[in-house]
């Protein structure tokens, strides 16, 4: 299934997508979108420092999960390194494929930063869920790599955002 999503999109791609793509993946680059949207929000609302902290932390287990065990681990080859006619959107990276760290990173992300802004969630899923399909159309993971990323990120971030570890005593509200 993942050949034949990934050969799909590759034979829909456009030049004003792949440059839509590229973008998002960039953003998407060591997760630093996110903790910089930690770091806004922490500075907007002082009650929701803790949240920064989070995210910083969410993000180093997510790398450390993704990048350090598992793609070592599972060693999985890019698309490209399989299948010669996948053109690789602005050159392929050089670590392995198997999970997705921007996915992960993403995911991460957008359950800590939605958990710290409600009113915003929506904004930040879409750009997560975006991110992360930038790396399927661009031809540098397999769905199955994005998808095992983005639920790594998910169980993370579900992991670091524990309710009561956060609590500073004192401190009204969400952590």
Do not use: C, N
């Not at 690789?88 to 198997?98: D, I, R």
């Not at 993403?106 to 869920?129: C, D, I, N, Q, T």
């Amino acid at each position: 299934m993942d050949s034949e999503i990934l050969g799909w999109i590759a034979a829909h791609r456009t030049p004003w997508l792949d440059a839509v793509m590229w973008a998002l993946t960039a953003t998407g680059i060591g997760g630093v979108v996110w903790i910089a949207g930690a770091v806004a929000t922490a500075l907007v609302d002082r009650r929701r420092r803790m949240a920064a902290w989070q995210m910083g932390l969410a993000i180093l287990l997510t790398w450390a999960v993704s990048d350090g065990v598992l793609k070592p681990l599972v060693h999985r080859a890019r698309p490209d390194a399989r299948f010669e006619a996948l053109r690789v959107v602005a050159g392929p990276p050089s670590s392995l494929s198997f999970p997705s760290g921007h996915a992960s990173s993403s995911a991460a992300g957008a359950f800590m930063l939605a958990s710290a802004w409600p009113s915003a969630r929506v904004a930040f899923w879409v750009l997560a869920v975006a991110v992360s399909a930038s790396r399927i159309y661009l031809g540098v993971h397999y769905p199955s790599d994005v998808l095992a990323g983005f639920l790594i990120g998910l169980l993370v971030a579900w992991f670091v955002r524990g309710r009561t570890v956060w609590r500073w005593s004192g401190e009204r509200g969400e952590p």
